[in-house]
T-cell receptor, first 112, second 116 residues
Framework: DAKTTQPPSMDCAEGRAANLPCNHS???????VYWYRQIHSQGPQYIIH???NNETNEMASLIITEDRKSSTLILPHATLRDTAVYYCIVRAVRSNDYKLSFGAGTTVTVRA | DAGVIQSPRHEVTEMGQEVTLRCKPI?????LFWYRQTMMRGLELLIYFNNNVPIDDSGMPEDRFSAKMPNASFSTLKIQPSEPRDSAVYFCASSRSGQLMNTEAFFGQGTRLTVV
């Protein structure tokens, strides 16, 4: 039961902003949008999450549409080390459902 | 904070042998997840625990797989008997969860299992 849809791959140029889209049209009111990434041969790494407001931290920015049916993760200045698989996940937070399930993600390749 | 610690990092075993993977979650975290990752199937959630109790083991592939969490600081994933198709990277993750909030999950470095 895929709750999110992401493009399978995308390229971006080093130093440019990378904009990663995610569709989650069936998101419910108690579900947050989470982003993780997995660099080759490492465990997934948390990036950012949000409910409905835009969020920013030292790694990225998260823009969520007003209807919450889609979001965009922005890496402001992509570097070669940002090459990874990026996963968009919706996850209930204020509930007893603690499950954290990953889809196929988007393979992002940053090119020099 | 040492993060989530998994051992061993690499395991090579013969078909039919028992394999035990170990995980130490981050101190204070009360949810623990076991995942398996292969090229074909991606990152699959096998089982997760909350407060040492298994909540959902629907992802466990078959009876050869079992997981335990005897206390808040230790969990094992056992495969008996192992088969070549069990070859994969197994990840453990932990987070702090409760009625009001689930925090982000932190992952270990994984155990690369090869069954020959």
């Amino acid at each position: 039961d895929a709750k999110t849809t992401q493009p399978p791959s995308m390229d971006c140029a080093e130093g440019r902003a990378a904009n990663l889209p995610c569709n989650h049209s069936t998101i419910s009111g108690n579900e947050y949008v989470y982003w993780y990434r997995q660099i080759h041969s490492q465990g997934p790494q948390y990036i950012i999450h949000g409910l409905k407001n835009n969020e920013t931290n030292e790694m990225a920015s998260l823009i969520i549409t007003e209807d919450r049916k889609s979001s965009t993760l922005i890496l402001p200045h992509a570097t070669l080390r940002d090459t990874a698989v990026y996963y968009c996940i919706v996850r209930a937070v204020r509930s007893n459902d603690y499950k954290l399930s990953f889809g196929a993600g988007t393979t992002v390749t940053v090119r020099a | 904070d040492a993060g989530v610690i998994q051992s061993p990092r690499h395991e090579v075993t013969e078909m039919g042998q028992e394999v035990t993977l170990r995980c130490k979650p981050i101190s204070g975290h009360n949810s623990l997840f076991w995942y398996r990752q292969t090229m074909m199937r991606g990152l699959e959630l096998l089982i997760y625990f909350n407060n040492n109790v298994p909540i959902d083991d629907s992802g466990m592939p078959e009876d050869r797989f079992s997981a335990k969490m005897p206390n808040a600081s230790f969990s094992t994933l056992k495969i008996q008997p192992s088969e070549p198709r069990d070859s994969a990277v197994y990840f453990c993750a932990s987070s702090r969860s409760g009625q009001l909030m689930n925090t982000e999950a932190f992952f270990g470095q994984g155990t690369r299992l090869t069954v020959v």
